[in-house]
């Protein structure tokens, strides 16, 4: 019988040799080798794709983060999986092992600001011409795909604007058309939704926020389909990325209580948007809560279940009211990097939200994205309660 996904967080990847709860961290450069036909022999079972429990030069990685490996690979029910220093990192070997000059990369309008850069700017210097499509929109995504189309990029939901998309529709829209598909999962994390199971070819999700969980640490992870696998890790290979032992270990860490950390997210935040519901200054909430809603639909055909990330909108002629209202929190940090187990706020204005194409807010609408940590969330509601006075009409 095999074990729950929670079972199996707290039960693999132990140090069976020091007999130790968890693996060692090994840091490495040089691997040592009795002789010379050994480490040939070692190389050609590497080269062929066979599983090996070392590599054979430490850039490769080393137990530490195979053991991180290993355990993402099953959580995310997945080919295989890399590691990257950064979130972003993943978002950028999944685009350059796949696109080359020429090719065209259809992607939505509402993804993190960083990876519009990398893909309006970086990419037109290699000739990969970016298209942008309506994340609202299924009939625009489809008038968007041409013949160069080598690539469709999704996040989902939208980065701060939590747009929600038909992804069974994208996924067999691609397929039909033997193109990739990738897709930033960060807010959901495979412990809610499985990407590679539906049918998507890379899988890219933050590290450094919930697989880690304690806000001390910069990883990301990049999982793959079998089709796709061969091109992504020829590129890791050359371009160098690599993920420390050190931080490897640290994601490990949080990793084992991911579960009970995200389930925990979801109840506060729904306990939390309960009350914001009822604010008259707050126009709308932006997250999948309302049964009725599009939003809501198509989370609940995907998902098992929702972070602890969204967006309010609140109406006030006084932009600098708002900034007070964020200012006077006291247990929300003001700060990025959201996933870790306090909660924070962040005023989102147009520098941070990059070029959008299909979003607008209303004239006196402000967004601010909230992360709900793991406080207690009367406390939370108390401290929202005596921010929000300050919020003038």
């Known amino acids: 019988m095999k074990n729950s996904i929670k079972t199996f967080l707290k039960n693999t990847e132990k140090d069976r040799v020091a007999r130790s709860a968890n693996p060692a961290i090994v840091r490495a450069s040089t691997?040592?080798?009795?002789?010379?036909?050994?480490?040939?022999?070692?190389?050609?079972?590497?080269?062929?794709?066979?599983?090996?429990?070392?590599?054979?030069?430490?850039?490769?990685?080393?137990?530490?983060?195979?053991?991180?490996?290993?355990?993402?690979?099953?959580l995310e029910q997945s080919y295989d999986v890399f590691l990257t220093q950064t979130g972003f990192g993943a978002v950028a070997l999944a685009i350059m092992s796949i696109c080359r000059p020429g090719d065209?990369?259809?992607?939505?309008?509402?993804?993190?600001?960083?990876?519009?850069?990398?893909?309006?700017?970086?990419?037109?210097?290699?000739?990969?011409?970016?298209?942008?499509?309506?994340?609202?929109?299924?009939?625009?995504?489809?008038?968007?795909?041409?013949?160069?189309?080598?690539l469709i990029y999704v996040e989902n939901p939208g980065s701060n604007s939590f747009?929600?998309?038909?992804?069974?529709?994208?996924?067999?829209?691609?397929?039909?058309?033997?193109?990739?598909?990738?897709?930033?999962?960060?807010?959901?994390?495979?412990?809610?939704?499985?990407?590679?199971?539906?049918?998507?070819?890379?899988?890219?999700?933050?590290?450094t926020k919930y697989y880690s969980g304690h806000s001390d640490v910069m990883a990301g992870t990049l999982a793959v389909s079998k089709k796709a696998y061969k091109k992504v890790w020829w590129y890791n290979h050359v371009s160098?990325?690599?993920?420390?032992?050190?931080?490897?270990?640290?994601?490990?860490?949080g990793i084992r209580t991911l579960d009970l950390r995200m389930d925990k997210h979801q109840e506060n935040t729904l306990k939390v948007i309960k009350w914001l519901s009822k604010q008259k200054k707050i126009v709308k909430i932006l997250y999948p809560y309302k049964p009725s809603s599009n939003s809501y639909k198509?989370?609940?055909?995907?998902?098992?279940?929702?972070?602890?990330?969204?967006?309010?909108?609140?109406?006030?002629?006084?932009?600098?009211?708002?900034?007070?209202?964020?200012?006077?929190?006291?247990?929300?940090?003001?700060?990025?990097?959201?996933?870790?187990?306090?909660?924070?706020?962040v005023y989102n204005d147009s520098a941070e939200m990059g070029t959008r194409r299909f979003f607008k807010l209303e004239k006196n609408h402000h967004l601010v994205r909230l992360h709900i940590g793991l406080e207690e969330t009367n406390d939370l509601i108390e401290d929202l309660k005596q921010s929000l006075k300050f919020v003038r009409p």
């Open 31 to 74: 691997i040592y080798f009795k002789t010379m036909q050994e480490m040939r022999q070692h190389q050609k079972k590497i080269s062929k794709g066979k599983s090996v429990n070392y590599w054979d030069y430490g850039r490769q990685g080393s137990q530490t983060t195979m053991s991180l490996q290993r355990i993402l690979k099953e």
């Open 104 to 150: 065209e990369i259809v992607i939505s309008d509402c993804v993190y600001r960083p990876t519009q850069k990398l893909t309006t700017q970086l990419l037109k210097e290699f000739n990969i011409n970016t298209i942008w499509y309506n994340p609202n929109s299924f009939e625009d995504l489809k008038k968007k795909i041409t013949n160069k189309t080598k």
């Open 163 to 207: 747009e929600f998309q038909d992804l069974g529709k994208i996924v067999s829209l691609a397929k039909r058309k033997n193109i990739f598909t990738a897709i930033d999962n960060t807010w959901a994390t495979a412990y809610f939704f499985k990407p590679i199971k539906l049918g998507f070819d890379l899988s890219i999700t933050s590290a």
């Open 240 to 253: 160098g990325y690599r993920l420390s032992a050190d931080d490897a270990y640290l994601v490990i860490r």
């Open 298 to 345: 198509l989370w609940k055909k995907y998902y098992s279940g929702a972070s602890g990330l969204l967006s309010i909108i609140i109406k006030s002629k006084s932009k600098n009211s708002v900034f007070k209202f964020v200012n006077s929190l006291k247990l929300f940090g003001i700060g990025y990097s959201w996933g870790g187990y306090s909660s924070l706020a």
